[in-house]
């Protein structure tokens, strides 16, 4: 019997982590003889970010029928829970523990806790959701660095991100794993003393399915949405680029009247009461460090690309539902739209690229970071200039008049399914 234990956000959270992290429990749980545990975060960051992160929409238990055991402990604002998550996983004697690496500030505790399960005998693997960070500062790389090096082994979606690894921890030999071209078994075995790094594909949720009973037709109507529907999903963050598609949209409205853009996404650092007391010391303190920390230009608490729609006067051919979206609820979004808008300025693997497959849309991205590896221009989507919205509503008119067979997005993501990406991690 292995026990691994996957750290993580739980399932009570919100955003594309927690849900990765609960995938991977399941599919490991999936395997004969593998007895898995995920240990959480309570609080996943300083207490003066002014934001709610806890998932309070979603009914569906993810992980009803399983086996998965999870653990409530670390809280990012008391020692004494950091200390107390290692003696539990200590406690649970795990063959691997496999971290979530999704943003710099997490790698305060999570340095803690690494080096003292390395020292404890335990196999630490860190899963690189990045390693440069999209909107990063000098304390950010520092931290990331004196944090990622107490690893056995590391796991990242793009080509991108291991060489990022190489820059950030230099004088290191590794070995880069890949799957062959069956996804059954994994190319290059490390040589001694190399530390393995598996290159893996970012699997297909499972977790988000369509409705075939669903009423498309009615449904698009409510909203108002017309004959071919652009979506942007997910967290509205800087880097993601809605920006981008607003203009896009734009040029393509003036050429064509059949267009709607669906826009669902909470708004990220909106989410707490403005009004209360505790909302605004939190948003003044929050501010002031981020002006310490970051450059200006990577602030994004003033970001407000929705501010477009009323300045192109766009309200009829724009739809926003700029609230968390229930997981019960998100295959309607995606049921009702043609293609999924990622005109990111910046990519490493994203959840809603994976989302799309489950569904067959069409991926019209920027020509940046791993959208270059996984977007094939013309058969599974189209590939745009990055920050060119000109660019971009040409790839988005293309998408209407050349459009991408839902078989071939399928096709592209067959074999990339959870199960395939347990075993590959649990054969190292």
């Not at 409530?72 to 003696?87: D, E, G, I, Q, V």
């Not at 017309?226 to 509205?236: E, N, Q, S, Y």
Request: glycine share 4%; aromatic share 12%.
């Amino acid at each position: 019997m292995k026990r691994i234990v996957t750290f993580g956000p739980g399932p009570q959270f919100k955003g594309g982590i927690a849900n990765y992290n609960t995938s991977l429990a399941k599919a490991l749980d999936r395997i004969e003889d593998v007895e898995v545990h995920i240990v959480s975060w309570t609080q996943q960051y300083p207490a003066i970010i002014p934001r709610d992160f806890i998932d309070r929409k979603s009914k569906t238990d993810q992980l009803a029928g399983t086996q998965v055991k999870v653990h409530y402990m670390l809280n990012y604002n008391s020692p004494a829970t950091w200390r107390k998550t290692f003696r539990l996983i200590r406690a649970l004697k795990p063959d691997k523990i496999i971290i979530q690496w999704a943003i710099a500030i997490q790698g305060i505790p999570l340095r803690y806790l690494a080096r003292k399960l390395q020292k404890a005998g335990i196999t630490v693997c860190f899963d690189l959701h990045f390693v440069v960070q999209k909107e990063n500062s000098k304390l950010d790389r520092l931290v990331t660095r004196r944090c990622l090096k107490f690893s056995d082994a590391y796991i990242t979606h793009s080509l991108k991100t291991y060489e990022e690894l190489k820059e950030l921890l230099p004088g290191r030999k590794y070995s880069l794993l890949q799957p062959d071209e069956t996804f059954g078994a994994l190319k290059e075995p490390e040589e001694k003393g190399e530390i393995p790094v598996l290159k893996l594909y970012h699997p297909v949720y499972d977790m988000f399915q369509k409705d075939e009973s669903f009423d498309v037709e009615a449904f698009k109507s409510s909203l108002g949405l017309k004959k071919h529907v652009f979506l942007f999903f997910g967290f509205i963050r800087k880097y993601k680029g809605l920006h981008n598609v607003i203009e896009a949209f734009r040029l393509v409205s003036k050429q064509r009247d059949d267009v709607s853009l669906l826009i669902v996404g909470e708004l990220f650092w909106k989410t707490l009461d403005p009004a209360k007391f505790s909302t605004r010391v939190k948003s003044a303190l929050f501010g002031l460090a981020k002006k310490l920390l970051l450059n200006k230009q990577d602030d994004e608490q003033n970001y407000r690309p929705l501010e477009l729609i009323d300045k192109y006067n766009l309200y009829e051919q724009v739809a926003a539902i700029t609230e968390f979206v229930p997981n019960e609820d998100v295959n309607k979004y995606f049921q009702a739209s043609d293609s999924i808008t990622l005109f990111y300025s910046a990519a490493t693997p994203s959840g809603v690229e994976s989302m799309s497959y489950n569904f067959g849309l069409p991926i019209l991205a920027s020509r940046v970071g791993h959208f270059k590896e996984t977007v094939r221009d013309g058969y599974n989507g189209y590939l745009a200039e990055p920050e060119n919205p000109e660019s971009m509503a040409r790839v988005m008119i293309r998408s209407i008049e050349e459009p991408i067979p839902a078989a071939h997005v399928y096709a592209t993501s067959a074999k990339m399914s959870w199960d395939n990406y347990a075993s590959m991690i649990l054969s190292r």
